[in-house]
């Protein structure tokens, strides 16, 4: 049985989102960027605080504070339906992405707080994606102490044309509060080398980020080093709502991704657009190629199969 959805007005609440079956949603760097841009454009057209957020491969949390529960509601809808419209179209797929129950609760009390904020940030660590919660980019938390924390810094005078130009655009789109689209990210990665490209990934994440991590340091843990050592020190927990878990790690997806791309599979929608039986032909072969399981690879492939 669900538990009830709560939500607290002004109060820091704890959000869950999965989607349907577990499917994959997070393949490759424009998934990430899109619903990041989207969150961030929406936070700030409903008043939303964030105080975290959390993209992993199949489902996403964040922390939140809102006016109104209303007003959450209508902020969580227009986030999904803008990123399932931009993901379909991208991905050539139809129909939800997101299952209709989402989680949320609010975390009354400092001890709470803390524990739900050691949660959201260490839910890579558990997923065996890094050592430490600070390493993973899309948890964010780097980015509470440095603009370019998986890059090096960037010296316009040093950068190419086409770096200047996506920066150039960038700030254009931030300034219209416009989140960036499938068609533009691939149009302003396209060509650049590796630094650059990390650089102008960063560069994205710093121009769109709306998490208040001063007030994280500051109200939780007198600093960005102690709450680096406390989110570190504990995974943290969340009982008040049911998070669906599976028994391996996600470091089997890089395994499948770079095993599908050696296929000839260079974007995530030749996957998920692929008939039934050539996944299923796919699922048999990298079954003998890789440790992911038969029901990592159904999520990754977007195909509905028994677990066993």
């Not at 986030?79 to 975390?107: C, D, Q």
């Not at 980015?143 to 700030?171: C, M, Q, T, W």
Request: charged share 25%; aromatic share 12%; glycine share 4%.
């Amino acid at each position: 049985m669900k538990k009830k959805r709560k939500f607290v007005s002004q109060e820091v609440n704890h959000t869950y989102q999965r989607t349907i079956s577990g499917f994959n949603i997070f393949y490759e760097v424009e998934d990430y960027l899109v619903y990041y841009t989207i969150f961030s454009v929406m936070s700030i057209r409903y008043g939303i605080t964030v105080y975290g957020l959390c993209l992993m491969i199949d489902h996403l949390h964040s922390l939140v504070s809102a006016s109104d529960p209303s007003v959450f509601s209508r902020f969580m809808s227009n986030v999904t339906i803008l990123f399932v419209k931009e993901f379909n179209k991208a991905r050539r797929r139809p129909g939800a992405l997101f299952s209709e129950y989402f989680g949320s609760a609010p975390k009354l009390g400092m001890k709470l707080l803390r524990t739900a904020i050691a949660y959201l940030f260490n839910n890579p660590v558990e997923r065996s994606l890094c050592r430490y919660a600070q390493q993973y980019r899309w948890n964010f938390l780097a980015y509470a102490e440095s603009d370019h924390p998986f890059s090096e810094p960037i010296v316009l005078r040093n950068a190419s044309r086409r770096l200047r130009g996506a920066i150039k655009e960038v700030d254009g789109t931030v300034a219209r509060n416009i989140h960036l689209t499938y068609v533009q990210l691939k149009r302003l990665l396209k060509g650049l080398e590796r630094k650059e490209r990390n650089q102008l990934i960063d560069y994205i994440i710093v121009r769109y980020n709306v998490i208040r991590y001063d007030i994280l340091t500051s109200k939780c843990y007198d600093g960005y080093e102690n709450m680096l050592i406390a989110i570190n020190s504990n995974t943290g927990s969340e009982y008040e709502i049911q998070e669906q878990k599976w028994s391996r790690s996600d470091a089997e997806y890089r395994e499948l991704y770079q095993h599908v791309h050696s296929c000839g599979y260079d974007d995530a929608g030749d996957i998920i657009s692929l008939d039934t039986d050539t996944k299923l032909t796919l699922m048999m072969d990298r079954m003998r190629k890789t440790k992911a399981s038969r029901l990592q690879i159904s999520k990754y492939l977007h195909l509905t199969v028994a677990s066993k």
